[in-house]
């Protein structure tokens, strides 16, 4: 658990976290949700498609006749079909921006440009134009980016968000020297390593990385088990 400003985030594993903030309840990327004392969501904001991100179980554990869903438009028919309850699932793309309990929702990409599910066709894991998305949450003037998964890409430059959840297993995503670098450009007050945990890359991975930015204020979070 990490708290910024009267902002509480929960670690839950891999990319999957849950923000206490407003009164509200916001989870990112539900994944292997077991736990029934986690609290019903008021925004479930999901990044992209694949099952580890989002996940029908996972979602359907938290969500109830309040939730408001968002995800992009590659996420938008699971959400709407498999997800039991629901008060509202909305659209959100790179570049776009929703508003959910004075909550403001903006998204930039998520992508892999050098690393292929196929690399004799160079197919990324990740394509650029599936259009999956990075969110950045604007809680009250508090900015809170989470990478998604992703290499490290030219959008996330000079972002200077006050906390910024960023990838860093190797696995799909940026591995630790490229996640060290995407850091610097981002230039987050705290930054936050994700994309590790749940049977993805190493927890040692995190100790690693922290260690190579002494200058930047680096949280380590412990992940919270269900």
């Known amino acids: 658990m990490y708290e910024y400003e009267g902002i509480i985030i929960h670690w839950l594993g891999h990319d999957a ?18 736990k ?39 996420c938008q028919e699971k ?23 004075d909550i403001k929702i903006s998204a930039i990409p998520a992508y892999n440009f050098h690393r292929f599910r196929d690399p004799q066709t160079k197919t990324p894991f990740h394509p650029k134009e599936a259009g999956h998305i990075g969110p950045i949450l604007d809680i009250d003037g508090i900015i809170i980016y989470h990478a998604g998964d ?19 297993s190797g696995t799909y995503v940026m591995d630790v020297p490229e996640a060290v670098e995407a850091a610097k450009e981002i230039q ?19 100790e ?5 930015l002494p200058e930047m204020e680096i949280a380590t979070l412990d992940l919270e088990e269900d």
């Open 17 to 34: 976290f849950w923000l206490e903030a407003k009164g509200l309840n916001i989870y990112i990327d539900p994944y292997k949700l077991e």
């Open 36 to 74: 029934s004392s986690l609290p019903k969501a008021d925004i479930i904001i999901t990044t992209h498609d694949h099952y580890d991100h989002l996940n029908v179980e996972a979602i359907n554990t938290i969500s109830n006749k309040d939730s408001v869903l968002v995800g992009p438009k590659i």
């Open 79 to 101: 959400l709407t079909t498999e997800i039991n309850s629901k008060k509202d699932v909305l659209e959100l793309n790179p570049g776009g921006t929703v508003i959910v309990s």
């Open 150 to 168: 992703t290499d490290k890409i030219v959008e996330m430059q000079n972002l200077k968000p006050h906390i910024a959840l960023i990838p860093i």
């Open 188 to 206: 987050a007050q705290v930054t936050i390593p994700m994309h590790i945990g749940r049977g993805i890359g190493e927890l040692s991975f995190i």
């Open 208 to 212: 690693d990385f922290k260690q190579q």
